[in-house]
């Protein structure tokens, strides 16, 4: 099943709010029909759709195109492509003009999801970019260490310098190692690799 976008997106507090709204209405709906797991692929997808065609994007927030022309759109690049429930879903949001908010609706159904199955999503924050090998063994590390199932995201930042950065929800754990890392000019994939796996030996909640 297709899991969460990697990259963090920036969605103003307002936005948010109103996606939340629109992501339990819709999350309700799926879990009711069974058709969850189908709906949130469906869901990533369109998110997908809207980084490819920006402007088209453009045109679904636009308050200068009237509500029936954007049922057309939506009708016309999405019709017979996915299921009638999140098209529907699609045209509700429309009606009430908040297609605005499709990307925080997006983040905030998987946060629901994710809620509702018990799981925890992490997000890692490495100097550079780590193996899938190395995203599973932190993923199982941390498992152990929250008792829970572990939804994982990664992010490089290269300002972090040989350090291992784990957030979960709004707490940052910092595992930083010994020593002035930050007067180093450069810092190897190799080096880096075992600087995460020395600080996930030391990543602890107590």
Known sequence: MAQPRTKRTVIDTGRQRVGTVYAKALLGASEKAGQTDVV????????????KLPDFEEALRSPRIAHEE???????????????LLLNFLKVVARHERLDC??????AAWKLFNQLR?????????????????????ASRLKQLLARDVVLATEVNPDLLGCLVVRVGDTVYDGILAGKLKQMQAV???HTTETIRESLERFSLT
């Open 40 to 51: 949130l692929e469906e869901v990533v997808s369109l998110v997908d759709v809207l980084d």
């Open 70 to 84: 954007k049922v057309q759109m939506l009708d016309r690049v999405f019709g017979g492509k996915m299921s009638p």
């Open 102 to 107: 499709l990307r925080a609706i997006e983040r």
């Open 118 to 138: 018990n799981r925890v999503e992490v997000l890692v924050e490495t100097a550079a970019p780590i193996s899938n090998q190395l995203q599973y063994t932190i």
């Open 188 to 190: 190897t994939l190799e």
